[in-house]
């Protein structure tokens, strides 16, 4: 459900009792004994969850350029196209590098494994 379609159920289910009170206060100012109506518990609908799409992590950002690459990719072009400093970049070269995910064809060039 969306927001709007939640809201709309709210405010449904705030207008039945709305009209539940005023007739229970008619009878009452009457001194008549309120009937007793069965009445709908009212639950509030928890929003279903939705599957989030995944963000990419800085490191899914850099392996996909890295991988998209035909001659490599060297740091300051990661940081270019990446926007993340100098340090990020290299700290994410540097373990997936230990995790064989890249490999360096070239001193400071990385390519995908």
Known sequence: MTI???LK???????ALGKTLD????AVEKGEKPK??????VVAKKAPAKAKAA???ATDKILKIIRGSKKGVDAPT????TGFNQ?????????TYK???IKRIDKGIYTGA
Request: net charge positive; no cysteine; aromatic share 2%.
């Open 4 to 6: 709007a379609q939640d």
């Open 9 to 15: 159920a709210l405010n449904k289910n705030l207008q």
């Open 23 to 26: 007739s229970l206060l008619k």
């Open 36 to 41: 007793a109506k069965p009445t709908q518990k």
């Open 55 to 57: 963000q990419p992590t």
């Open 78 to 81: 990661l940081i270019k196209k």
């Open 87 to 95: 340090k990020k970049v290299r700290n994410i070269l540097f373990r």
């Open 99 to 101: 995790q064989g995910k």
